[in-house]
């Protein structure tokens, strides 16, 4: 165990011991979890994916515990905001992050310098969702498959230009053209619909987009998909190829989701908390939600979650440095 690691624990310890009434276990004190209403901390706005996907969870929460659980949108600063609004927090289990992959795994692979710490800041509690994207060309692109995309931007390199809604998907996109070894030209936009909309519209040649967000634009016939970056076909689109079907070998992009608390929550309250958790994630409510919005469940622990998280950043990481991109 490190020093930070021994830091780490013996404030958990001191927290754990604060909370309790006197001659109280840490076992009861974690039954009792939760005494008061619970925050939910989410960094993007009432109707994007996290926060429908954190509603669901703070709904079923509240019906199992009879506790109180409030979904907060703390917006803007590229997520800074939410993040130190939860690492800042007392360590009760009160204030609990539900986190998309932008603030901690993104972030850190972006900026030289976060007023938090994506890993020594958070406790992991568990994994919930994830959802696939789908490599898009406008309708009227000569393109009809990845191998013709990818054999015209091998005859001239630099020359197919691609739109990102983010740097997430500036790297994402980066990482398809590592896959099949293909160079293309980066165009930025601040935020996916005017990505999408300017790829609809010829404006670019192709882009990776969420697919709740670009479906729509599949079905009426604006954008054609190329393929899927999940490891399957997803059922709305059944004849739409994996890109690692494609050719772009192991190549896969999820954005996902998963919680965590403040890094000195006392242990007793993260399990349970993880056993919540993913109690409601394996509910077949929570499976139909996901799929009608164009994800899945993606159940892990509080171990796969850390472990998932630290092997997305240093995944990351090497894409950017291949691709150039210096941290901010």
Known sequence: MTAFDNRIERRRMLAMLALLPLGATPWARAQAYPSKPVRFIVSFPPGSGADTTARLYARRLQEITKQSFIVENRTGGNSFIAAQAVATAAPDGSTLFFASNSPVVVNAVLFKSLPYNPLNDFAAVARTSRGTNLLLVPQNSPYKTVAELVDAAKKAPKKLNYASGSASYQIATEEFAEAVGAEFTHVPYKGSAPAIQDTAAGQTDFTIADISASLPLVQSGRLRALAVTSDRRHGALPN??????????????????????????????????????????????????????????????????????????????????RAGIEPQ
């Open 240 to 321: 739409v190829p994996t890109a690692i079907e494609s050719g772009a070998k192991d190549f896969e992009f999820y954005n996902w989701t998963g919680v965590f608390a403040p890094a000195t929550t006392p242990q007793p309250v993260l399990d349970k908390l993880t056993q919540l958790i993913e109690q409601i994630t394996a509910e077949p409510e929570t499976v139909a939600f996901l799929s009608k919005i164009g994800g899945e469940i993606f159940p892990g622990d509080a171990k796969e979650l850390r472990a998932y998280q630290v092997a997305q950043i240093e995944q990351w990481k090497r894409v950017a440095r």
